[in-house]
């Protein structure tokens, strides 16, 4: 069964220190990986999208890693700030075509204190 | 920020009522979708088009229908509205290239009473 497991489920930081969010998946064939970032009240927005052969990628702050051998994908935040308090989903598409299908995990929760 | 408005964002209805929730993109894509999201919880698509004319409904069961008469507007329908349909409805748009990210609007959050 194709499943997106994230953890943790919830997790509180203090502003400026740098989390880990962890995304393991069991999505075959792979095409490709994304983790969003929901506002509470909003819609997902893409921080950042690996295919395959990609390791690392970074968006600012925001650093991703995949290992498609042992599935799984990390998001790295580094230097929190307040308007990092969100939502972080990590969502696998099965395959690069129009046919391609979307799983999406149930998030982390994050908070970031001031 | 994506072209992707819904209306209303806010709803909320009696049961039996009939209702609408509107999407509309100006981005120009041809897929767009809708999604049912309750609190801490993951998204599940309810319908799907791949362009004007073309809906199919997704993974998760629901009683609403959609439309795809212009290429920019996707609307979903309830025609009789109940409280297990309370929840966060979101749309979304996608390119037609191997990507498929999609973007989404903000959401519609319906309660029906």
């Known amino acids: 069964k194709n499943q997106v497991e994230q953890s943790p489920q919830s997790l509180i930081i203090l502003e400026g220190k740098n989390c880990t969010l962890q995304?393991?998946?069991?999505?075959?064939?792979?095409?490709?990986l994304r983790w969003y970032k929901q506002d509470t009240g909003r819609g997902p927005v893409s921080l950042t999208i690996?295919?395959?052969?990609?390791n690392t990628k970074s968006n600012g702050r925001y650093t991703a890693t995949l290992d498609a051998d042992t599935k799984q994908s990390s998001l790295h935040i580094t230097a929190s700030q307040l308007s990092d308090s969100a939502s972080y989903i990590c969502?696998?598409?099965?395959?690069?075509?129009?046919?391609?299908?979307?799983?999406f995990g149930r998030g982390t929760q994050l908070t970031v204190w001031p | 920020e994506a072209d992707i408005y819904q209306t209303p964002r806010y709803l909320v209805i009696g049961t039996g009522k009939k209702i609408t929730l509107e999407c509309s993109q100006t981005?120009?894509?041809?897929?767009m979708y809708w999604y049912q999201q309750d609190p801490g919880m993951e998204l599940h698509l309810i319908h799907y088009?791949?362009?004007?004319?073309?809906?199919e409904k997704g993974d998760l069961s629901s009683e609403s229908t959609v439309s795809r008469i212009r290429t920019e507007h996707f609307p979903l329908t309830l025609e009789s509205a109940r409280p297990s349909h309370t929840s966060q409805y979101l749309c979304?748009?996608?390119?037609?290239?191997?990507?498929?990210?999609?973007?989404f609007g903000p959401g519609t959050r319906l309660t029906v009473l």
């Open positions: 979304a748009s996608s390119t037609s290239d191997n990507t498929d990210t999609q973007y």
């Open positions: 995304c393991n998946y069991t999505v075959s064939p792979f095409s490709n």
């Open positions: 690996m295919t395959f052969s990609e």
């Open positions: 969502v696998v598409s099965d395959r690069g075509s129009t046919l391609g299908r979307l799983y």
């Open positions: 981005m120009g894509h041809d897929k």
């Open positions: 088009s791949y362009g004007v004319n073309s809906t």
